[in-house]
């Protein structure tokens, strides 16, 4: 059986389930990430979308179409509209991730124990000087790949 983890926005009005280890762990350093996250990257967590459940909070979920990415193509950045976290991101026409649901760790109720240290950075182009990642042996890509 796969270990479930719990994850919540801040107002808990929207809770989720997630079956098993993230299949990819990645600090993403792109401008978007950053916009969306307040912050200067966001960690993430790459699942299945049969991993993930939505438990509660359907009608506070708002998807931002966010077109503008540096990789050029449509994310729906999905957020809860009360209290603005963010939750996770998927692109259904990246025929790579497709079927991918891309949680923001942040929201995860055990993140060190669902999470691993990250794997891969993306957009270390974009990661401010001050960011110092200690990552043992962490793949740095200049872009998404
Ligand atoms: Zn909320
Ligand atoms: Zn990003």
Redesign the pocket.
């Known amino acids: 059986m796969a270990t479930i983890f719990y994850g919540?926005?801040?107002?808990?009005?929207?809770r989720y389930s997630i079956s098993g280890q993230a299949q990819m762990s990645v600090l993403c350093h792109c401008l978007n990430c950053q916009k969306s996250s307040g912050s200067a990257f966001q960690a993430n967590g790459f699942y299945s979308k049969g991993q993930f459940a939505l438990l509660d909070?359907a009608s506070?979920i708002t998807d931002y179409h966010d077109s503008a990415v540096d990789a050029g193509c449509t994310v729906i950045r999905s957020?809860?509209?009360?209290?603005?976290?963010n939750l996770y991101t998927t692109n259904s026409t990246n025929p790579l991730i497709k079927d991918a649901i891309i949680v923001m760790s942040g929201c995860l109720e055990k993140a060190s124990s669902a999470l691993e240290p990250p794997q891969s950075e993306f957009y270390v182009k974009r990661r401010r000087d001050w960011v110092k990642v200690d990552g043992n042996g962490t793949s740095e890509f200049q872009a998404m790949s």
Do not use: I, Q, Y
């Open positions: 919540s926005c801040l107002c808990k009005g929207v909070g506070f957020f809860c509209s009360v209290c603005g976290s």
